[in-house]
């Protein structure tokens, strides 16, 4: 079995907890990165990184910090195509998972929304977070854990 870890994007992650059971239940070392606000924990396979303030101070760490294999949870779909380049794992909080072919259009579907915001035509509101995101992202990232730890 190959030796898998999981880095959490924490600063506004609404799936830390459920990304924890998973480490938990797997024996997998779990890395929280943020600028602010990660509680602490006395279990050796947690990990907490508080970074600098700054725009992408935890995408670079996790960027340095990722091997390949690992697992990424993200929303930020720019992470997660430099995750993918490092050939690791990006698993959104709604339990999408960012694949080499898909990435480019969420990259592209990322900057049409980001102009259409600019000009105003869109006021940018995201889909609130369900209890369906939340099962879906336990199910996804159980199930990419078991392929990280096959090595596929």
Known sequence: MTMVAIFVDADACPVKDEAARVAERHGVAITYVANFGLRPSHDPMVRNVMVPLGADAADDWIVEAVAEGDLVVTSDIPLASRVLARKATAIGPTGKLFTTDSIGMALAMRELNQHLRETG?????????RAKDRSNFLQQLDAAVQRAKRGG
Not at 121 to 128: I, Y
């Open 121 to 129: 035509e869109s006021r940018g509101f995201n889909a609130s977070f």
